[in-house]
């Protein structure tokens, strides 16, 4: 109950602190207004007029029904590929050999790059959701797997006799001992995996889909539409740092606590 | 006789450390200054003519004469403490002062005398004074504090330009408004020298356990900021871009709230004045962002709530502090000190309401509210200062030995209080 309070009492902490961040963004748009004043509107559109359409986009509520598609999407996806991605890298992780077998092979899933797996999605589901829940997930897929088997491969040994030595019930091991440690590792990969997800999807939607963030983009694009192109793109930007700063990261400070005290 | 006469007013105790003629200065001429606005503005009484117009005056008067005599003061009175070198006293200092007073008269007067005399001498006290403060700032080691000297080199150099500007009759007001921005920026830079000995004090007396410390990747996003802005407003003026670069002001400025949220001890008289300097500046920074960005009120109302909230401000809470402890005295904890910052805080206020127009009352009588208060709380400070800054040291000190009371352990410090109250 104390650790809980101490949590929310460190949750206006962070939150002020996000100010930082609002100042860093704050002087992107500057950059922005820039470009847009030496370029022209045709070529960049500035800050003001580009939230202005966001807004009336969701105003309108013509915004919704298309992020709701995509974050479907990405979701599922990404859950698919961390429920395979922590299982099979964790398994791999146990054994020696198993380890040794998965590098390669994992390393041959990062080097294909997510346009071709789309290609290949195309050719298999056609332009059902299939192509760009397949497309995220094979893209997070490696990402997730490589973190599940370097958490579970990096487990001190010492600590683990010392477990069996004390005797620690299964399940204290498991939750104190082993979890910890492989999550430590596996939630920057889940981050990590989130943004690329997020990244894949609207690609993905670009080139297949009917519906979603990305079929938006595509038809701003064909009506040169740059506000809207722009608009479209600070959606996305925006969910996703809404996402990670509101949600992930404060798990991930909470989940890594233990790293500050070592060091 | 008249040398004798003469190293007597130089040996007076008014002279014997920097703060002493110059605090006295910046409280009194704050009076001055915005009472002659006020009566030019109201009444109608004229100014004499003025090289850039009656509002350059106001604006470079508030600026390079009221905040600059306490620039003056403080870093008179910093430099020889953070360096440990000897300080700038008797006729030294009589002859820094003399420059400022005939730069003050001399600008007034330039309608009349013509720009030369008041360019001369108002950059002839820039450059003394930078004579006298940047051989100790440079010869200290590690040079920590020589952000300082180019604050202050800046400061001269916009001035230069202000000068250079009014002779050629161009607009001068640009000029002055990047002067804004390095007092921001040398007021960030003051402050956190300043608050770390405070805030640490406050959080020893109550016996916290947590430490106050000025983290400088926050002051340096935050003066960084700063100098940003104020570049792109000098150079591309009323433009959406500095729009944005106002509100990452704003942003790093709360950014930098975040070392001071240390608890009750925020909330002591001293520590929550000078806090709520990095408020006003962010809601200033934050107003002037939103005007740029077309909210449909002119920048002036965040303008003043940097000028009269935020420097007024700071400026008040280091005369009452710096002019007490290097005076060899205890913090002031009568209440008229509450007075005087909640009179400040006011004119602020008061101020921004008359430029956004937020109330139904005609803004003259708001200006006229804000100056009166402002010139209340200056009034304040100067009748409750003026025997500890003209008078004798009441300790065995000759100049501007610094502030024990922060340095003493808590216990002692307690005991102090007590003792006083």
New interface residues.
């Given amino acids: 109950m104390s650790l809980f309070r101490a949590w929310l009492s460190g949750i206006?902490?962070y939150l002020?602190?996000g100010?930082?961040a609002?100042?860093?963004l704050?002087?992107l748009?500057?950059v922005?207004?820039?470009v847009s004043?030496a370029y022209g509107d045709l070529i960049l559109p500035?800050?003001?007029s580009t939230f202005a359409t966001l807004y009336r986009l969701l105003d309108s509520g013509a915004a919704w029904p298309e992020l709701l598609v995509t974050a479907g999407r990405a979701m599922t996806g990404l859950a698919l590929a961390m429920l395979a991605g922590s299982l099979l890298g964790f398994a791999a992780g146990m054994s020696m050999t198993a380890a040794m077998m998965a590098r390669p092979l994992v390393t041959v899933l990062l080097g294909i790059p997510p346009i071709a797996w789309l290609v290949l999605a195309m050719l298999w589901f056609g332009a059902s959701d299939g192509t760009p829940i397949f497309t995220v997930f094979i893209a997070c897929f490696p990402v997730i797997f490589i973190g599940a088997l370097a958490g579970t491969r990096t487990l001190d040994h010492h600590l683990k006799d010392m477990a069996t030595v004390l005797r620690l019930p299964p399940r204290m091991k498991f939750f104190d001992l082993y979890l910890p440690h492989v999550v430590s590792y596996l939630f920057p990969a889940w981050i990590n995996a989130l943004g690329t997800s997020w990244k894949v999807v609207v690609m993905a939607e670009l080139l297949s889909s009917a519906d979603g963030i990305g079929a938006a983009l595509a038809v701003s694009r064909s009506h040169l539409d740059m506000e809207a192109t722009l608009a479209w793109i600070a959606a996305v930007v925006l969910t996703l740092l809404a996402v990670e700063y509101l949600l992930l990261e404060p798990i991930k400070r909470e989940v890594e606590r233990w790293r500050e005290v070592q060091t | 006789m008249l040398t004798a006469g003469l190293r007597g007013l130089f040996a007076a105790p008014l002279l014997c450390c920097g703060f002493r003629p110059f605090y006295l200065a910046t409280a009194l001429y704050a009076v001055l200054a915005m009472a002659l606005w006020g009566v030019f503005f109201v009444r109608g009484w004229p100014l004499p003519p003025q090289m850039g117009g009656a509002l350059a005056w106001h604006a470079h008067e508030l600026i390079y004469g009221f905040a600059m005599a306490s620039v003056a003061g403080f870093l008179l009175t910093a430099v020889p403490e953070f360096t440990a070198s000897a300080p700038v006293q008797n006729r030294r200092l009589a002859v820094l002062f003399g420059l400022w007073l005939t730069a003050r008269l001399t600008f007034t007067l330039a309608g009349v005398t013509g720009v030369w005399p008041a360019a001369l001498l108002n950059l002839a006290f820039m450059v003394y004074l930078g004579w006298l403060i940047a051989p100790p700032v440079w010869r200290d080691r590690g040079r920590a504090h020589l952000s300082f000297v180019y604050a202050l080199i800046a400061l001269a150099a916009l001035q230069a330009g202000y000068f250079v500007a009014a002779w050629r009759n161009e607009p001068v007001m640009p000029w002055l408004l990047a002067a804004v921005g390095v007092l921001m920026i040398l007021i960030v830079l003051a402050l956190s020298r300043i608050s770390m000995r405070m805030v640490n004090a406050a959080l020893d007396v109550r016996g916290a356990q947590a430490a106050y410390l000025a983290r400088p990747p926050r002051r340096n996003l935050a003066t960084f900021a700063i100098g940003l802005f104020t570049a792109i407003e000098f150079a591309l003026p009323g433009n959406a871009v500095g729009g944005w670069l106002a509100l990452a002001v704003a942003a790093a400025l709360l950014n930098l709230l975040n070392d001071w949220h240390v608890g009750r001890a925020l909330f002591s008289r001293w520590i929550f004045m000078l806090y709520s300097v990095y408020w006003l500046m962010a809601l200033g920074y934050a107003l002037i962002g939103l005007s740029l960005l077309g909210a449909g009120f002119a920048p002036s109302a965040g303008r003043h709530l940097l000028l009269v909230g935020a420097l007024g401000l700071a400026v008040l809470a280091v005369m009452l502090v710096a002019g007490r402890t290097h005076s060899g005295r205890e913090l002031d904890q009568r209440p008229w000190v509450l007075a005087a910052a909640g009179l400040v805080v006011a004119a602020a206020l008061l101020r921004l309401l008359a430029g956004m127009s937020l109330v139904d009352v005609p803004a003259p009588r708001l200006w006229m509210l804000a100056a009166l208060a402002w010139i209340g709380a200056f009034t304040l400070y100067a009748a409750y200062s003026w025997r500890l800054l003209t008078g004798p040291r009441p300790d065995a000190g000759s100049a501007c030995e610094g502030p024990e009371v922060f340095t003493q352990p808590a216990s002692q410090t307690l005991n102090a209080r007590r003792m006083e109250s």
């Fill in positions: 206006p902490a002020w602190s100010w930082g609002i100042a860093s704050f002087l748009l500057a922005w207004e820039g004043l500035d800050p003001g």
